[in-house]
């Protein structure tokens, strides 16, 4: 009988069921993959099991990183954002529920089976042309610029409009050395966000008086920022509030949420909707990540406190005649 809550049945994977083909496991197949803001997943990459690649292989099919921002498609009203990767993301990753991620790469994969440069000359001789030879214009430079101009907040606001109906438009801004190197501090932040040092959170435990021995404390993934507070709390479950994140952490948002709320979601217990997947297969339980999410929840504290210096700092600097 087919499951059409925890598979999508595509016309490919319908056609070889009803035909009777089967499908051959290679564990080679199985990749990281970028499936939410700060949440990776593996994913077993097939084309049989995962209709419509389209330029996926294109991007990523060597599977070695290759450093990509992605932005909002069709944002339906939603706040936009974009976040670097160097991995497959999922079509929803930065916008789920509407019009699905658009994915700029560093580089493509030629049919040769080499990667070649999407930054093309043209776009490099366009800068170097505004810029001048002794700017030290490079490709890498171009790619570091583009994303560090879409966490502008002003011309976020600006364009805020345009932003949800067509591909982001790059300005020249004075001063290209600054925004390359704010740039090239957010892909390193957003993309290795794994590898920065965690902020240093108070962790307070206190065991749940009532709670049955042997048992594990219920989760509760809620943060809790009091307005005008200089620091926040996230509880974690009933033994365990994380204390003393900066209110700024807060402002880093990517979409509706906070990166900090974005982590707590993706670590919660959901279950299926299928019977049978609910009692058979479903045996995530968050005390098993507990630790694990409070890891990364410290790394991306820190990528927030670090990304809203950033947008701060271009606030006030002059964008001359835009």
């Not at 930054?119 to 560090?148: E, P």
Request: with cysteine.
């Amino acid at each position: 009988m087919e499951s059409d809550t925890e598979i999508k049945w595509t016309r490919s994977l319908r056609r070889r069921y009803t035909e009777g083909l089967p499908l051959q496991f290679h564990s080679e197949r199985i990749r990281n993959s970028n499936y939410r803001p700060f949440a990776k997943r593996k994913l077993y990459y097939d084309a049989h099991l995962n209709e419509m690649h389209n330029l996926t292989q294109k991007l990523f099919g060597d599977g070695l990183p290759n450093p990509a921002i992605a932005i909002m498609g069709d944002s339906t009203g939603k706040p936009y954002f974009s976040l670097a990767i160097d991995e497959i993301p999922d079509l929803n990753f930065v916008s789920p529920a509407s019009g699905g991620s658009q994915t700029f790469s560093r580089f493509h994969i030629a049919d040769s089976s080499e990667r070649v440069e999407n930054i093309t000359d043209w776009a490099l001789n366009k800068f170097i042309k505004h810029y001048g030879r002794r700017a030290g214009v490079t490709k890498d430079g171009i790619f570091a610029y583009c994303y560090s101009v879409l966490h502008d907040p002003v011309y976020r606001e600006k364009y805020a409009l345009n932003l949800k109906r067509e591909f982001p438009r790059i300005p020249f801004y004075p001063d290209f050395a600054q925004w390359v190197a704010w740039g090239e501090t957010l892909l390193e932040l957003h993309i290795d966000y794994e590898k920065v040092e965690p902020w240093p959170l108070e962790r307070v435990d206190k065991p749940h008086p009532k709670r049955a021995e042997g048992s594990h404390p219920k989760p509760k993934l809620k943060s809790v920022l009091a307005e005008g507070a200089e620091t926040g709390t996230v509880v974690v479950d009933e033994d365990t509030q994380l204390r003393g994140i900066p209110a700024a952490a807060w402002n880093y948002r990517l979409g509706n949420r906070s990166a900090i709320d974005w982590v707590l979601d993706q670590h919660k217990e959901k279950k299926p909707r299928d019977p049978t997947i609910r009692e058979k297969f479903n045996t995530y339980r968050f005390a098993d990540y507990k630790e694990s999410m409070i890891d990364l929840l410290a790394r991306v504290v820190r990528v927030s406190v670090e990304t809203v210096a950033i947008t701060e700092e271009m606030q006030g600097l002059d964008r001359g005649d835009w």
